[in-house]
């Protein structure tokens, strides 16, 4: 996983995500707000008791208060909690999990001898969850909101559906925008402002040695997509999209790099689209493209939404298709046994 090479990128995604906003944008509360929920927060997290179980379970509990003392007290972490617009809302359940997400990879990558637990997605999860209701990030959930108004809908089906039912959508709907902001919110402030997203893939690829295997997940991989549109002459001997939704953008005519009346152009690089028909956010590149251009790939696992959407990166197919790809002589070998 990504973090565990680095604990410390998606709080450095979100600060540089932060700091792209648009200058109209005004703070919903004085900046030193959220600093001071975080300060009065962060102790309760060390102090936790159901915390501590799981941390000796994993044998990580030294671990943990290294990285947190680290990672918490760092400026990257202060500047995160300072961007946050408003410390009640989604922006907050956000930098919550990003923290969390940290500091238990930072705790895994310290530990010695490694945890027996440390690639658990089970115990990570419960981990992320316990520090994330810790810090009174947890916004609620697709799944959770899901159950809600399956549960809402049958207790209306006896007193008037439609009626009730518009109730229970009328109810649900603060939650729901809740929950899915961050994700939509994330594509809206890239088709506004991916400029500087865009460049940054371009500095890396031209400073990678080649061949350069581009690898984006999900929105990442619709900037490598858009780039690439825009720049084929990149160095870039293999686009690699997981759980993206690009070709649905393009569809919709909303990939700036590529209006939908526009063929993929000359010297785009050989691609090799990775979906799964449990992530709800994968679409399929190759019926909207044309096989010749790119190869769809399915690599499912038994998580549901939402945890579908990151799973391929437990999945030994996806590493598999990365190293087969990453040998220049060898072209990308589609997992059998998943």
């Keep these: 996983m990504v973090l565990d090479l680095d604990p410390l990128h998606e709080l450095t995604q ?7 906003r648009s200058k109209e944008q005004r703070p919903l509360l004085q900046p030193d707000t959220a600093q001071a929920r975080y300060r009065a927060l962060l102790p309760t997290v060390s102090a936790d008791l159901e915390l501590r179980n799981l941390l000796d379970e994993a044998d990580i ?19 995160c909690a300072a961007g946050v617009r408003n410390a009640s809302g989604p922006d907050w359940g956000v930098f919550a999990e990003y923290l969390a997400e940290a500091v238990i990879a930072e705790a895994f990558r310290v530990t010695q001898p490694p945890s027996p637990l440390q690639y658990s997605v089970e115990a990570r999860s419960a981990l992320a969850r316990r520090m994330v209701d810790l810090l009174q990030g947890r916004q609620l959930g697709l799944r959770e909101f899901a159950t809600a108004i399956g549960r809402g809908t049958l207790a209306a089906a006896g007193h ?19 929950a899915i902001q961050p994700f939509v919110g994330d594509i809206f402030r890239y088709l506004a402002f991916g400029e500087p997203l865009r460049r940054f893939i371009a500095s890396q690829v031209l400073s990678a040695r080649p061949p350069v295997v581009l690898v984006g997940h999900s929105l990442g991989g619709i900037a490598c997509l858009d780039l690439l549109s825009r720049e084929p002459g990149l160095p870039v001997a293999h686009l690699i999209t ?42 399929l590149a190759g019926p909207v493209f044309g096989d010749l251009h ?24 996806l590493y598999k298709l990365l190293a087969s790809s990453l040998d220049a002589g060898v072209e990308p070998v589609a997992p059998g046994a998943q």
């Design 61 to 79: 509990t030294e671990g943990f208060m290294q990285a947190l003392a680290l990672i918490a007290e760092s400026e990257l972490a202060q500047r």
């Design 294 to 317: 790119v190869t769809d790939v399915e690599i499912s696992g038994a998580q549901t939404m939402p945890a579908a959407h990151s799973d391929y990166f437990n999945r030994p197919a």
């Design 242 to 283: 997981i759980g993206s939704q690009a070709a649905q953008l393009y569809r919709m005519g909303a990939l700036p790099g590529l209006p939908d009346d526009q063929t993929l152009p000359v010297g785009f690089p050989r691609w090799t689209n990775v979906y799964s028909r449990h992530d709800l956010l994968s679409y």
């Design 160 to 178: 008037g559906a439609a009626a009730a039912g518009g109730k229970v959508v009328q109810h649900w709907r603060g939650p729901f925008s809740a």
């Design 14 to 20: 979100l600060e540089l995500l932060w700091r792209e």
